[in-house]
């Protein structure tokens, strides 16, 4: 009975060893397939990157081209083009066609807001704190914010310029949703010479800047414009691009996966440097 038992034990521990063997053994080969799917997904997001950087060459190279009929547009019209295997969607944007955040007045700022459909009280906080931002004092407006209106947030307004676009995020009665409307049609990256031009702008700018309505001849025909329906007029290809502030937008996909990057350049006509990068995300 004791030799039945004793074998019963050891035949226990057998199957138990190699319970525990196989369950090792998969723990390796789990982990190895985890490393082998990491490293898999580090190569994808190289591979990405890389189309990424390729489209931003293209495009610099696009607009410095000096046949002007061969020269990319700067209407936010979209190019599609491959490299390799992975697929490019690039879109070049003016800056002179977005309202510029330091170089609007009051009036217009209250057009841009309302022109995506906000109204009455939270489009006077918006107003009052857009400009509560920008004044140099700490005298809140009726409907504004200051300092003691954002403690709990965890921040103090600039009470000066505009440095970057995402700053608007943080005003008084904004959010998520509005900030995703109102920030393509905003620029910190204007430029001190030349005005706002209206042939390759953004619609939300051009209603803010250009006192149109939103079914307006101007507006509509931007609108197609952007849709591709109507040829953009010369003014798209400008013949003077040195010194223009421009924004390149890049998406890579490929097999499933994507990546998106932005850059803000300028032309500066001297070969040896013929690019700055004023913003790359």
Not at 32 to 47: D, F, H, K, L, T
Not at 234 to 241: C, H, K, S, T, V
Not at 247 to 263: C, L, N, P, Q, T
Request: glycine share 8%; proline share 5%.
């Amino acid at each position: 009975m004791k030799r039945t038992r004793d074998r019963g034990y050891a035949m226990l521990a057998a199957i138990l060893g190699i319970a525990a063997f196989s369950y090792v053994s998969f723990e390796v080969i789990a982990e190895n397939r985890g490393i082998v799917s990491e490293v898999q997904a580090e190569n994808e997001r190289a591979r990405l990157s890389a189309a990424c950087d390729a489209g931003l060459q293209f495009a610099v190279a696009g607009l410095a081209v000096k046949d002007k009929k061969q020269q990319w547009p700067i209407d936010g019209t979209s190019r599609n083009l491959m490299f390799g295997d992975v697929a490019l969607t690039i879109t070049i944007e003016d800056e002179r066609g977005k309202a510029p955040l330091n170089g609007i007045n009051e009036d217009q700022v209250r057009e841009l807001f309302a022109a995506t459909g906000i109204a009455g009280t939270r489009l006077d906080m918006l107003v009052d704190s857009y400009e509560d931002w920008l004044d140099p004092d700490n005298d809140r407006r009726p409907n504004g914010a200051e300092s003691a209106d954002y403690l709990s947030s965890g921040y103090k307004p600039r009470n000066g310029a505009f440095h970057t676009v995402s700053e608007l995020r943080l005003l008084k009665g904004m959010d998520d949703a509005l900030y995703a409307r109102v920030a393509p049609a905003t620029t910190v990256f204007f430029g001190e010479s030349g005005g706002f031009s209206e042939g390759t702008s953004q619609i939300l700018a051009l209603e803010a800047l250009s006192e149109v309505g939103p079914t307006s001849p101007e507006v509509v025909e931007r609108q197609r414009e952007l849709a591709g329906q109507k040829p953009a007029p010369d003014i798209a290809n400008p013949p003077y691009l040195i010194g223009r502030t421009l924004s390149v937008h890049i998406e890579a996909k490929r097999a499933g996966a994507d990546m998106k990057r932005s850059a803000i350049v300028e032309l500066t006509g001297n070969s040896a440097d013929p690019v700055w990068m004023r913003y790359l995300d």
